[in-house]
């Protein structure tokens, strides 16, 4: 079965760089999350969007926006990095009612040097 | 606003025996859904088991078992003859069911070993 893709696995980006996630959710799954994982930490979420609209936002800084586009496929732009951004950023995707049931993706290390 | 906690950072058991893993949560709301969640050390998240709140039967998947208690607010995950695959980092995860977010709360997760 289809599973929840993400790119790329691994990035390392400089302080002040940018840097864009990119997530493909499950054929038909119409919500999209977003999750950031710091290391030795839970899983905290960040945003998310149904039918390509944002349905939630989370504690998500100001220097990262996301959007999902027509085909359902969501990105998170990230700017001006810091050296706390480093984490594994993972997307989930879910359908159906009730929408309970979040399949995640592998997620995408994000290093900030 | 919703807690997850999970008191045990770490615990670990000998291989086919049995080990339970505690989590409590606070919430005012009385729909919502329950969840174990497994990460190995790949990082990759697998789903364990999920509860739903307006069941009262405590939800079975092979050797995972809950015990939930919606009073006490309490939602523990049994695995069964545990096997050395079993060992991981398992995050307890609440949701509620609510119009327009379904986010995941998840606890700070219990590191498991199983010994050979």
């Known amino acids: 079965a289809a599973g929840v893709i993400q790119s790329p696995r691994h990035l390392i980006k400089e302080k002040r760089e940018t840097a864009t996630l990119k997530c493909y959710p499950i054929p038909r799954h119409d919500t999209v999350y977003w999750y950031q994982q710091g290391p030795g930490q839970d899983p905290q979420f960040l945003i998310s969007?149904?039918?390509?609209?944002?349905?939630d936002k989370g504690s998500i800084p100001d220097r990262f926006s996301a959007q999902q586009f027509s085909d359902y496929h969501s990105e998170l732009n990230m700017s001006s990095l810091e050296l706390g951004d480093s984490a594994l950023y993972f997307c989930?995707?879910?359908?159906?009612?009730?929408?309970?049931?979040?399949?995640f993706g592998p997620g995408t290390r994000l290093t900030v040097t | 606003a919703q807690t997850v906690t999970q008191s045990q950072p770490e615990m670990s058991v000998q291989e086919a025996e049995t080990v339970t893993l505690s989590c409590t949560y606070d919430t005012s709301e009385n729909n919502y859904y329950l969840f174990w969640y497994k990460q190995p050390p790949s990082r990759q998240m697998i789903l364990v088991i999920r509860?739903?709140?307006?069941?009262?039967q405590n939800a079975t998947e092979n050797r995972f078992s809950v015990n939930f208690q919606k009073a006490a607010k309490s939602f523990s995950l049994k695995i069964s003859d545990s096997q050395l695959g079993d060992t991981a980092m398992y995050f307890c995860a609440f949701m509620k069911l609510a119009s327009g977010t379904y986010k995941y709360i998840f606890g700070t997760g219990t590191r498991l070993k199983v010994l050979a």
């Open positions: 969007f149904y039918e390509k609209m944002q349905s």
């Open positions: 989930a995707s879910s359908t159906g009612t009730p929408k309970y049931e979040q399949y």
């Open positions: 509860q739903e709140a307006y069941k009262q």
